[in-house]
C-alpha cells in the first residue's frame, strides 16, 4: 500500500471496565443516543438495582430493542455462597441475542464477557455467532477478566477504555465503513 494508511475496521470491540456500574451508564446512554438517531440496536445491556431480600444487587438485563428487563439472578439468600446466574433467564436471554444477530442489527449489544463466558458457557456461543455474522458487537469486559477475553478474541476485537469518547470513537469507524456516511451518535 504506497503512501496510504491502511487500518482494519474491527466489528468487535470490548468495553474493558473497573466500575461495572460506570460501565452500564456509559453503554445505557450510548444505546439511546443510538435508537433516537433511528439506529438498528439490539442485545441485552446490563443494569443494576438493589431489590433482592438477600440485600445482595439484582443484575438486570434490558433488552434494548424490546425495552424489556430480565433478570438474570436468583435469590438464594442472604448466606448463600453458590453461583446466583438463573440458567433459565441466561438462556433467554441468549435465544433474544441469536434471534437478534439473524436480524443484522447496525449495532449488537451483549451485557459482559465474564466468568461463565471463560468456561465456554453463558453467552459465549452468542458473541461467536455476532462475530461470524459480521454484525458490529459490543461486549462490556471487566478488567480481571481482560485476559481471558483476549485469548477468546484472538485480536479480531479493538478494545476499548471505559469511557463514553472512546465508545463512539469505534462506532463512528464501524457505521462509516459500514454506510459511508456519519453516524448519529458522536
Not at 69 to 87: M, P
Not at 121 to 132: C, D, F, Q, S, T
Amino acid at each position: 500500500m504506497s503512501g496510504s494508511a491502511f487500518f482494519e475496521i474491527k466489528r468487535l470491540a470490548a468495553l474493558v471496565f473497573e466500575d461495572s456500574d460506570a460501565a452500564n451508564l456509559i453503554v445505557e446512554d450510548f444505546a439511546r443516543e443510538l435508537a433516537r438517531g433511528g439506529r438498528r440496536i439490539a442485545g441485552m445491556i446490563q443494569i443494576a438495582e438493589a431489590t433482592q431480600s438477600c440485600d445482595c444487587r439484582d443484575t438486570l438485563l434490558h433488552d434494548v430493542e424490546t425495552g424489556q428487563t430480565l433478570s438474570i439472578l436468583q435469590d438464594l439468600g442472604r448466606h448463600s455462597l453458590s453461583c446466583r446466574v438463573d440458567a433459565g433467564a441466561l438462556a433467554h436471554a441468549a435465544q433474544r441475542i441469536s434471534a437478534a444477530i439473524e436480524r443484522s442489527p447496525e449495532l449488537l449489544f451483549i451485557n459482559r464477557f465474564g466468568k461463565l463466558e471463560i468456561e465456554g458457557m453463558g453467552l459465549y456461543a452468542e458473541i461467536g455467532a455476532a462475530v461470524a455474522a459480521e454484525v458490529p458487537t459490543l461486549v462490556c469486559v471487566a478488567a480481571r477478566y481482560a485476559e481471558h477475553w483476549r485469548q477468546f478474541a484472538m485480536g479480531l476485537d479493538e478494545e476499548l477504555p471505559c469511557s463514553a469518547e472512546a465508545l463512539r470513537r469505534w462506532w463512528r469507524c464501524v457505521a462509516e465503513s459500514d454506510a459511508g456516511a456519519i453516524p448519529a451518535a458522536g
